[in-house]
């Protein structure tokens, strides 16, 4: 009998993150090891660790796994792998080396996690980056991912800190992913919504960190598991500057605007609003689309704050590459994050 995936679990993909509100209590009084070459760590946080080797190599370190979100187990591989890949792409590196991460019931038949663990090596070898082996243990709620590592130089490090007053923002993926997946259980989208969705998990966010490496943007993460609004308000937090969202400008997947409008949230959506609300000002902005704000996305896009500009050179490029890229607001004097 085939294996609903989705079944054998409470939540899935990013939405099953750990509450950032919870993370940053308990983060607040470790204090890592100082080490001079420890470039990027806990102070403050970022997509992932970046430890210098040299004047020319440093070495970018993540680790990323979840539950399944999808039933397929050739999607669901993919989707994880993707998830964690893209973090080293967030920091401006290239992966280089991968571990995976299994939990898997043993009743599990093995040609479901022979899936899982193909299409992971898959995506690896796309990134560019090899699979070298992992770690399995049994659990009765299956979960996959990976421990990447990727170098970067150590002058072309990316970071959430560095957006400057006078930026303009952009993001490389439509939003929507958690909704639609969550009203396809509902039964209240397409077929063809949930492709589209399962299509954008499953796209490295290489060939966009390919582009934007000529281009020195000051600050860039990808968005995940936190939301749109939570990883821009992360973003204007440690930048001390405030964003300035402009709604109707946001990119969406089909289906997850309608999701939204029945009423329905995925369950990170109250988590994401207990970390961020506070510091988002949101007057007058519909429902339906903070709803999609506050959305947990699995291997989302990239969020690039870089000066103005160099705005318009930066879409005829990835335009001309057919990559997908929408501005999205700009960066002001200020702090938190405004959607207008």
């Not at 890592?32 to 040299?54: F, H, N, Q």
């Not at 609004?229 to 204007?236: D, K, P, R, S």
């Not at 000066?307 to 318009?312: D, L």
Request: hydrophobic share 45%.
């Amino acid at each position: 009998m085939a294996v609903k995936l989705t079944e054998l679990v409470t939540s899935g993909g990013c939405a099953a993150k750990y509450p950032a509100a919870r993370l940053q209590e308990l983060l607040a009084g470790f204090v890592p090891a100082e080490a001079e070459d420890l470039l990027v760590g806990l102070s403050p946080a970022d997509d992932a660790a970046v430890y210098r080797l040299d004047d020319e190599t440093a070495l970018v370190f993540t680790l990323d796994f979840f539950p399944p979100l999808v039933d397929d187990p050739h999607e669901f591989g993919a989707i994880a792998a993707t998830n964690a890949l893209n973090d080293v792409f967030a920091m401006g590196g290239r992966p280089l080396l991968a571990l995976s991460i299994a939990e898997f019931p043993e009743e599990l038949p093995s040609k479901t996690v022979a899936a899982i663990l193909e299409a992971a090596d898959r995506q690896v070898r796309e990134a560019g980056a090899i699979l070298a082996g992992g770690h399995t243990i049994r659990d009765p709620e299956p979960k996959y991912g990976l421990a990447v590592v990727g170098t970067v130089h150590p002058n072309g490090v990316w970071t959430k800190s560095g957006a400057r007053p006078g930026d303009a923002l952009f993001l490389t993926k439509p939003l929507g992913t958690g909704l639609v997946l969550h009203g396809a259980g509902r039964g209240l989208v397409a077929d063809a919504a949930v492709h589209s969705a399962v299509e954008w998990m499953t796209t490295l966010n290489r060939d966009w960190a390919d582009v934007l490496r000529s281009f020195r943007p000051n600050a860039v993460t990808d968005v995940t598991g936190f939301g749109l609004l939570g990883h821009a308000y992360e973003t204007a937090d440690r930048s001390g500057v405030r964003l300035v969202l402009e709604a109707e400008g946001w990119p969406v997947l089909d289906g997850a605007l309608e999701v939204a409008a029945a009423g329905e949230k995925t369950g990170g959506d109250r988590r994401n609003r207990d970390f961020a609300a506070a510091h988002v000002s949101v007057d007058g902005i519909p429902e339906g689309l903070l709803t999609v704000g506050w959305d947990p996305q699995t291997a989302g896009g990239l969020l690039v704050s870089l000066p103005a500009e160099k705005g318009t050179a930066l879409v005829a490029e990835l335009d001309a590459r057919g990559l997908f890229v929408r501005r999205i607001g700009q960066v002001e004097a200020g702090a938190g994050v405004a959607i207008v």
